[in-house]
């Protein structure tokens, strides 16, 4: 399985763009990277996901490297509500996902 | 509302005895997914299963056991033989497709006595 390396901690100003990356050097070609959140005791919200392609949705956008061995999740305008644990994560051919511990994001007012 | 609901939110037991988790899903999605989160840690999976009657163990399915009888229900036994049982659950439910991302329920915090 492809594993994801991200920072364990960063800040983030309130109403500021806030950047986590992520390093999967070991991809596969047919591999989906996926981005969750998990808010202090509560189930994992799933984001975004991509495969090649930069995506971008209401709550995010992924950049994807062209070499696909990193990505970059973006909340573009962040708010104390984003403050939350933050798992990239690389999707095997049999849907399952592996979370590591992820990178804890606390905004700041 | 669609959804997962997993009960109970707090469950309290005495060592040595079984407990079963619910999870419950009303998405019509094939696969369903347990996971063990403990303090400071990721989630770690447990069981899955694609179809009905048939499941797969994760990574750490020693001491649990699931069944899936309905495509909504996935319950999971968490037996004697856990050596460390206390944990947050957490159950999942998705498509098996490319846009397959998992839907999470609320969790069961376990803590045996």
């Known amino acids: 399985d492809a594993k994801t390396t991200q920072p364990p901690s960063m800040d983030c100003a309130e109403g500021r763009a806030a950047n986590l990356p992520c390093n999967h050097s070991?991809?596969?070609?047919?591999?989906?990277v996926y981005w969750y959140r998990q808010i202090h005791s509560q189930g994992p919200q799933y984001i975004i996901h991509?495969?090649?392609n930069n995506e971008t949705n209401e709550m995010a956008s992924l950049i994807i490297t062209e070499d696909r061995k990193s990505s970059t999740l973006i909340l573009p305008h962040a708010t104390l509500r984003d403050t939350a644990v933050y798992y990239c994560?690389?999707?095997?051919?049999?849907?399952?996902?592996?979370f590591g511990a992820g990178t804890t994001v606390t905004v700041r007012a | 509302d669609g959804g997962i609901t997993q009960s109970p939110k707090y469950l309290f037991r005495k060592e040595g005895q079984n407990v079963t988790l619910s999870c419950e899903q009303n998405?019509?999605?094939?696969?369903m997914y347990w996971y063990r989160q403990d303090p400071g840690q990721g989630l770690r999976l447990i069981y899955y299963?694609?179809?009905?009657?048939?499941?797969q163990k994760g990574d750490i399915a020693e001491g649990y056991s699931v069944s899936r009888e309905k495509k909504e229900s996935f319950p999971l036994t968490v037996t004697s033989a856990q050596k460390n049982p206390t944990a947050f659950y957490l159950c999942?439910?998705?498509?098996?497709?490319?846009?397959?991302?998992?839907?999470f329920g609320p969790g069961t915090r376990l803590t045996v006595l």
């Open positions: 999942a439910s998705s498509r098996l497709d490319g846009y397959n991302e998992q839907f």
């Open positions: 070991t991809i596969s070609g047919n591999e989906y």
């Open positions: 991509g495969l090649k």
């Open positions: 994560i690389v999707r095997d051919p049999d849907y399952k996902l592996s």
């Open positions: 998405l019509n999605h094939d696969a």
């Open positions: 299963s694609q179809i009905v009657n048939d499941f």
